[in-house]
């Protein structure tokens, strides 16, 4: 009876120690590739996506396809998460935070870490907090300005003289007259109302030669959403 009493103590105790709340390291993976770990902030999270999807992801360079990858819940602005991704390929040279659409096809990083041979050396890449800006000019780039490169850019010329290729949309456009309407300019920082380019998607524009409203956006509706936040957000 008395070993049966000191088993149940020693099960007892053992089930108290489970339950402490104490929060361990992760231990370092010494087998079956990498393992990364970040605490991230997201800041803007009214325009986390719904038409595609975020990840913690680990890529080989110029891939649009990542090797391996952690899809990351819609947040809560001001919050941490912490991520833990193992078995990461030694294969990778870089671990980002990126957006990509539902055929997982990269949209865009929102965060790029290269991954260093120290880290591949201890198979652990620590990366600490990180704070990721949802409304970040290159989500807009690539979600929405990119799409209309081939009139705009893609080429040697530019339809109406507007580029708005990587590196050239944002001073084409920002605090820019439009030359179809006087009374407004192309973007203009915090004031969408007063922003001709949602004219000219929308569809409200005079003067404008070509239908705009169809253009082949992944997803029109929350790319149009992910514009009119960005120029809200601007600094005047």
């Known amino acids: 009876m008395r070993y049966l009493q000191l088993l149940i103590l020693s099960f007892s105790l053992l089930l108290s ?3 402490s709340g104490d929060i361990y390291p992760v231990e370092k993976n010494n087998a079956g590739g990498l393992t990364c770990q970040i605490a991230l902030v997201f800041k803007h999270t009214s325009t986390w996506p719904s038409d595609y999807h975020v990840v913690l992801a680990a ?27 193992t078995d990461i390929p030694e294969s990778c040279q870089m671990v980002t935070i990126a957006i990509v659409n539902k055929s997982k096809r990269n949209v865009v990083n929102l965060m790029t870490h290269t991954i260093q041979a120290s880290e591949k050396n201890e198979r652990f890449i620590e990366l600490g907090t990180q704070d990721v800006d949802l409304l970040a ?35 084409a456009l920002v605090n820019v007259s439009s030359t179809k309407n006087p009374d407004k300019v192309l973007v203009s920082p915090g004031i969408p109302s007063n922003s001709f380019i949602l004219d000219v998607l929308e569809g409200n524009a005079e003067n404008v030669r070509y239908d705009h409203t169809n253009v082949s956006f992944n997803s029109e509706t929350e790319d149009l959403n992910l514009l009119k936040e960005w120029i809200k957000n601007l600094d005047k």
Do not use: P, W
């Not at 979600?143 to 949309?169: D, P």
């Open 137 to 171: 000019y290159e989500r807009v780039q690539a979600q929405v300005f990119s799409n209309c490169t081939n009139c705009h850019g893609g080429s040697a010329r530019a339809a109406a003289g507007l580029f708005l290729t990587e590196g050239k949309s944002y001073d």
């Open 17 to 19: 120690a489970c339950d």
């Open 59 to 85: 890529y080989q360079n110029d891939s649009e396809y990542s090797e391996i990858s952690k899809g990351i819940s819609r947040q809560i602005e001001g919050d941490t998460v912490l991520l833990t991704m």
